[in-house]
T-cell receptor, first 116, second 112 residues
Framework: NAGVMQNPRHLVRRRGQEARLRCSPMKGHSHVYWYRQLPEEGLKFMVYLQKENIIDESGMPKERFSAEFPKEGPSILRIQQVVRGDSAAYFC??????????????FGPGTRLTVL | GENVEQHPSTLSVQEGDSAVIKCTYSDSASNYFPWYKQELGKRPQLIIDIRSNVGEKKDQRIAVTLNKTAKHFSLHITETQPEDSAVYFCAASKPGGFKTIFGAGTRLFVKA
């Protein structure tokens, strides 16, 4: 049973470009969470999605950031017009259906975004 | 808003000694408290969790205690080993809410 998959593992973008980060949850999981981790800092909640629905995006910056979890395929975190301050590790986590967040979340390996 | 504070930010212990990391949370409705270990460049991994209906939980060398009245919970690692060196995060979440709020992390160094 494969764990949470994220790709790419490393992504380099120049200022103004778009970054697309992908997350495939564990098999059978329908809840996906995205977190951002700045260097030497903790994990900051960004967004919680279920299939085709954004449940809570209160941690997402209002501009340039968007997330989706389509019926088919991975969850996508998109950052438009990246700036240097977007450089961070982006982790996604998943949990099984029928769960609230109080069930265990399983983390992916992260995507390390570097904006030049 | 919800907040989780974690102390200390850095902790250095001698191999074999115990390590204690403390967290406080602001939202009294929180009822689930996981602890994650993150090694350098790797994903956070759950090491232990506790729910608000219990006060203490133990798993081999790791234990977690919860004081709901004071709104704080602690991680205890006994007989520390060099491979325990990592960053440890506490977290809190509540029913009906969808966010897990993480502490800022504690960098633990275990000296051989």
């Amino acid at each position: 049973n494969a764990g949470v998959m994220q790709n790419p593992r490393h992504l380099v973008r120049r200022r103004g470009q778009e970054a697309r980060l992908r997350c495939s949850p564990m098999k059978g999981h329908s809840h996906v969470y995205w977190y951002r981790q700045l260097p030497e800092e903790g994990l900051k909640f960004m967004v919680y999605l279920q299939k085709e629905n954004i449940i809570d995006e209160s941690g997402m910056p209002k501009e340039r950031f968007s997330a989706e979890f389509p019926k088919e395929g991975p969850s996508i975190l998109r950052i438009q017009q990246v700036v240097r301050g977007d450089s961070a590790a982006y982790f996604c986590a998943s949990s099984p259906p029928g769960s609230r967040v109080t069930d265990t979340q399983y983390f992916g390996p992260g995507t390390r975004l570097t904006v030049l | 808003g919800e907040n989780v504070e974690q102390h200390p930010s850095t902790l250095s212990v001698q191999e074999g000694d115990s390590a204690v990391i403390k967290c406080t949370y602001s939202d009294s409705a929180s009822n689930y408290f996981p602890w994650y270990k993150q090694e350098l460049g790797k994903r956070p991994q759950l090491i232990i969790d506790i729910r608000s209906n219990v006060g203490e939980k133990k798993d081999q060398r790791i234990a977690v205690t919860l004081n709901k009245t004071a709104k704080h919970f602690s991680l205890h690692i006994t007989e520390t080993q060099p491979e325990d060196s990592a960053v440890y995060f506490c977290a809190a979440s509540k029913p009906g809410g969808f966010k897990t709020i993480f502490g800022a992390g504690t960098r633990l160094f275990v000296k051989a």
